[in-house]
């Protein structure tokens, strides 16, 4: 399975965090690009992106999209070998799970690979899935070396980890719907934590929020031991262009650099910002973030089945078939720090 680089390529969610890097890179190697955006009228959204198009070879031509319209997508994937769909909410912070998460992920998803269906011309899908689908809490990675593709996220919930659910919900539906049809296959990249600068420097994924809680104080008593997996931003794009073009991606990919924790994310910065920023400095007692947690938006069940438990997925395939090489996170936290500091955003 070849694509052919003078067709024009669909990326879903265009104004997003990880979309940009992905246009970018995309553009760059002069490729056209179908944008889907909310409002194509939105200009303060999308001038970083003109911007970009301006220096770089390849063309953007925008899509008015919504993920809760059917059909919405029918226009602008009409000619489009390969698929990025990447455009589903990352919040945290939901009053709703269902309507806020599961059903613009789970009802995207499906809208976007109907019309593709229309269409008739896409050859692959790459979909921006997450490691949150591979797990859902880190107690679930005890007694294991390590974890990797073949595992599902079994135990989010609307009630518990809900955004850790919609992308699992979301990721199942894709797989269902292109067992359906011999048409495109499907690879998905997922991501660990993204950082890393933004295209948008005032970008409003999570990723934005917790680096940026990193410095304000939130965490100046200390930081919970929670351990994750993280990833250059700018290796995440690479990821998925690799997994669009190469004829040989296949299946589930873990994107992450490292296992690393909240803490070592955060003594980064402060190795390069010695004073002037209440960066954490230690752990935080299990049982003190287990008190505070709904005070701060978090579940004790959350805490419970998170805090304190290593986090350990293998990224030997993103390696290996995609040709990753990773950015050490160490660059990538301190760029990301960078961009906030210039842009008055810490
Ligand atoms: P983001 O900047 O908030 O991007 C989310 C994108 O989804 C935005 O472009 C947003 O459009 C679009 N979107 C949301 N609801 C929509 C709707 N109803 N209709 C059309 N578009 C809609 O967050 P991100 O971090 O880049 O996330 C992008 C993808 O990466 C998501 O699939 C996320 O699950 C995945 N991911 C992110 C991370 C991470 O750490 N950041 C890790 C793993 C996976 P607007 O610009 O109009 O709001």
Sequence with gaps: MKIN?????????????????????????????????????????????????????????????????????????????????????FKLEIKDPQRDLVTPAVNGTQNVLQSINKSKDCKRVVLTSSCASIIGDAIECEGREYTDESNWNETSSLDHQPYSYSKTMAEKAAWEISKGQDQWDLVTINPSLVVGPGINPFGTSESFKLVKQMADGTFKMGAPAFYIGAVDVRDVAIAHYNAGFMPSASGRNIISAENTDMLSLASHLKRKYPTGYPFPKSILPKTIVWLAAPLVGFTRKMIKLNVGYPWNMSNLKSKEELKLEYTPLEKSMTDFFEQMIENNII
């Design 5 to 89: 680089k003078s067709a024009p390529v669909m990326v879903t969610g265009a104004t997003g965090y990880v979309a940009g890097h992905l246009v970018k890179t995309l553009i760059s190697e002069g490729l056209t690009v179908h944008a889907t955006v909310r409002d194509p009228n939105n200009i303060e959204k999308l001038k970083y992106l003109n911007d970009l198009e301006s220096q770089l070879p390849g063309k953007i031509k925008y899509f008015k999209a919504d993920l809760l319209q059917d059909g919405s997508f029918d226009e602008a994937c009409k000619g489009c070998e390969l698929v990025f769909h990447t455009a589903s909410p």
